[in-house]
């Protein structure tokens, strides 16, 4: 449990600086608050984890798991949803959402292998509530990416997640 947790720990890492330093690169401001936004679960996600192999290691039991509701969130991005950005910036950050989409993807997926490998059933429900977590993430990067797509009128034959 605890390598995966120190895989985990990593991965959140990466993704916070990932959001962090796209945020500043995206044309569309609904894009930088959504990268913002997901830098600072990315945040929470690694203090977590973190927290969780403290406890490990000094043999304490398993705190309880925050919850992370995203409802406030989609509400306050549905109704700003409203975008200036051209057709080229719209391209150019649809690539980096493309990144993010499958970040969050991979975390996802990592955390449900993890979960399905795991005996003790605290760990597992906690990867599970982890993979959750980041299912929601990418969620949210999936809309905003068909946003651009139907905003644009980009005829791709297939949406590219």
């Given at each position: 449990?605890?390598?995966?947790?120190?895989?985990?720990?990593?991965?959140?890492?990466?993704?916070?600086?990932?959001?962090?330093?796209?945020?500043?690169?995206?044309?569309?401001?609904?894009?930088?608050?959504?990268?913002?936004?997901?830098?600072?679960?990315?945040k929470e996600h690694t203090?977590?984890?973190?927290?969780?192999?403290?406890?490990?290691?000094?043999?304490?039991?398993?705190?309880?798991?925050?919850?992370?509701?995203?409802?406030?969130?989609?509400?306050?991005?549905?109704?700003?949803?409203?975008?200036?950005?051209?057709?080229?910036?719209?391209?150019?950050?649809?690539?980096?959402?493309?990144?993010?989409?499958?970040?969050?993807k991979d975390f996802m997926?990592?955390?449900?292998?993890?979960?399905?490998?795991?005996?003790?059933?605290?760990v597992k429900e906690i990867?599970?509530?982890?993979?959750?977590?980041?299912?929601?993430?990418?969620?949210?990067?999936?809309?905003?990416?068909?946003?651009?797509?139907?905003?644009?009128?980009?005829?791709?034959?297939?949406?590219?997640?």
């Amino acid at each position: 449990m605890y390598d995966v947790l120190k895989l985990a720990e990593s991965f959140e890492i990466e993704g916070y600086k990932f959001y962090k330093s796209k945020a500043t690169e995206v044309k569309s401001k609904a894009i930088t608050e959504i990268f913002e936004y997901l830098a600072n679960m990315e945040k929470e996600h690694t203090e977590f984890i973190r927290g969780l192999m403290k406890n490990l290691e000094e043999g304490r039991e398993i705190e309880k798991i925050p919850s992370q509701d995203t409802k406030f969130f989609n509400e306050r991005y549905e109704s700003q949803k409203v975008s200036d950005t051209s057709q080229e910036d719209d391209i150019a950050d649809l690539s980096v959402l493309r990144m993010a989409y499958l970040i969050e993807k991979d975390f996802m997926e990592f955390y449900a292998k993890a979960a399905q490998n795991e005996k003790n059933e605290k760990v597992k429900e906690i990867l599970e509530i982890l993979a959750k977590w980041e299912e929601g993430h990418k969620k949210i990067i999936e809309e905003q990416m068909n946003y651009i797509i139907e905003k644009n009128h980009l005829d791709l034959g297939f949406y590219p997640f």
